[in-house]
């Protein structure tokens, strides 16, 4: 069945860094379009990143210039490198296929941005 396994979370001062992990499994990864999401407390989730099958890497607004979102089909992984944090990120993280998501969503890591 279809997995989806985030981690690399954690609390850090605004200014530091994260790199996130997702481990997919059960799904032919390597077609699809793979994103990362978020959601903060009281907030409907959004994507905030996106790598197409082939590497090309979209980006919110919010995050432009900050995160890189990278994949590595041999190990059916895609990262999030986040720098330069700020506590408006701070959220659950998800990653899933993009543009219309699997009907099956991980249990997220949590990202905390202290001030």
């Known amino acids: 069945q279809v997995q989806l396994v985030e981690s690399g979370g954690g609390l850090v001062q605004a200014g530091g860094s994260l790199r996130l992990s997702c481990a997919a499994s059960g799904f032919i990864f390597d077609i699809y379009a793979m994103g990362w999401y978020r959601q903060a407390p009281g907030k409907q989730r959004e994507l905030v990143a996106a790598i197409t099958s082939g590497g090309s890497t979209n980006y919110a607004d919010s995050v432009q210039g900050r995160f890189t979102i990278s994949r590595d089909n041999a190990k059916n992984t895609v990262y999030l490198q986040m720098n330069s944090l700020k506590p408006e990120d701070t959220a659950v993280y998800y990653c899933?296929?993009?543009?219309?998501?699997?009907?099956?969503w991980g249990q997220g890591t949590q990202v905390t941005v202290s001030s």
């Open positions: 899933n296929a993009q543009p219309k998501p699997l009907p099956f």
